[in-house]
């Protein structure tokens, strides 16, 4: 959380932004990890694979010069805004996968035309929020590897 406060405090994202995009991450990690703690590892697997498949697919895409590699903005408006945050609930709901959410966030500011340092703050405030929402989620359902005993 002290990450998130430094970044925020640091990159200019206007708060609009910034907070839509954090909340899309929250909920979209609460759906996930609901979803999520029930699969089998094998289900995970095979949706770590294709979302990393795609993610390196834009990330290409955007390096052939396919699509923007990003602007100067720090707020988005509009239709701009509506894709940041149905895009931010989507990263948030792959977090409870395993996938990161750093690279694929910067790419998503990038093609929506903001400066890709704007990605810092959304990210490290959507991680520090969302990581305890979706943690909850796979503790009542006991769906992780428990620490190993040492006695």
Do not use: K
């Not at 954090?22 to 990890?33: D, F, N």
């Not at 895409?61 to 149905?86: C, K, Q, S, W, Y």
Request: charged share 10%.
């Amino acid at each position: 959380m002290t990450q998130a406060f430094i970044f925020i405090a640091v990159v200019e994202v206007r708060t609009g932004t910034l907070i839509s995009m954090i909340a899309a991450a929250v909920a979209g990690a609460w759906l996930g990890a609901g979803i999520v703690a029930g699969m089998p590892r094998r289900r995970i697997q095979i949706g770590m694979g294709i979302a990393l498949l795609a993610a390196a697919t834009f990330f290409a895409m955007t390096n052939l010069d396919l699509f923007p590699g990003g602007g100067e903005a720090i707020a988005l408006h509009g239709a701009r805004l509506a894709v940041g945050v149905v895009g931010s609930f989507v990263l948030g709901s792959l977090m409870t996968l395993g996938i990161g959410m750093y690279a694929p966030c910067m790419l998503l500011v990038a093609l929506l035309g903001m400066n890709p340092l704007a990605a810092f703050p959304i990210m490290m405030g959507a991680c520090a929020f969302l990581m305890p929402v979706a943690g909850m989620r796979f503790i009542r359902r006991a769906s992780f590897s428990p620490a190993p005993r040492w006695d």
